[in-house]
């Protein structure tokens, strides 16, 4: 039974989300630990794993959420329910799309995800921001409230780091991903609190 939770419930993500991996994480977040299956605080450190991991954020978030609930099949189910609804919806498209693409409301629908897109990877940045800066295990665990300087610090030389230029050229992305990933390393693992 828990196989078809994972199957329908990670459907469900990749069907109702529009915009790719980021914008599914208030959904993710939602559905996964208002079953119990991790909390919160798992989730969002896992959502920095799978952002600095190769492979769609999605896939890498499912197959995490469904090893650790039932294993190897539960991980084989939740991925395939995320990318399920991509392929059906890929389908439909390329065999409809050409003959509607350049019909005023098709125009219309796009314009309006744009928008609707742009909140949820909002919304994304405002929750992971507050979980991670607070050092709280939910969004209304005001118990465990505890504001991290560290967590700050790494967020602010990194947002500076990204937009400096070196010879007129900005720092890679995947540079940056690592810098941050050794610091955290550096200052979570090894610096006694």
């Given at each position: 039974m828990i196989y078809l939770q994972l199957l329908w419930t990670f459907f469900k993500i990749g069907l109702f989300t529009i915009g790719g991996g980021h914008a599914m994480i208030p959904l993710i977040i939602s559905e996964v630990s208002d079953r119990g299956w991790l909390d919160q605080q798992i989730l969002i450190d896992f959502i920095g794993i799978a952002e600095s991991t190769p492979g769609p954020f999605a896939i890498n978030i499912a197959t995490y959420t469904g090893v650790e609930v039932a294993g190897v099949l539960g991980a084989v189910c939740a991925t395939f329910g995320v990318v399920?609804?991509?392929?059906?919806?890929?389908?439909?498209?390329?065999?409809?799309?050409?003959?509607?693409?350049?019909?005023?409301?098709?125009?219309?629908?796009?314009?309006?995800?744009?928008g609707a897109v742009s909140g949820l990877l909002l919304s994304v940045v405002i929750t992971v921001g507050i979980l991670v800066l607070f050092n709280m295990d939910g969004l209304f665990d005001t118990e465990?409230?505890?504001?991290?300087?560290?967590?700050?610090?790494?967020?602010?030389?990194?947002?500076?780091?990204?937009?400096?230029?070196?010879?007129g050229k900005r720092m890679p992305p995947i540079l940056l991903i690592v810098i941050s990933a050794g610091l955290g390393v550096l200052l979570y693992g090894f610096i006694p609190a």
């Open positions: 399920l609804p991509s392929l059906i919806i890929i389908i439909i498209i390329a065999k409809f799309f050409s003959r509607y693409m350049n019909r005023p409301a098709v125009q219309e629908v796009f314009d309006s995800v744009s465990s409230f505890a504001f991290d300087p560290i967590a700050l610090g790494l967020f602010a030389a990194m947002l500076v780091a990204g937009f400096v230029k070196i010879k």
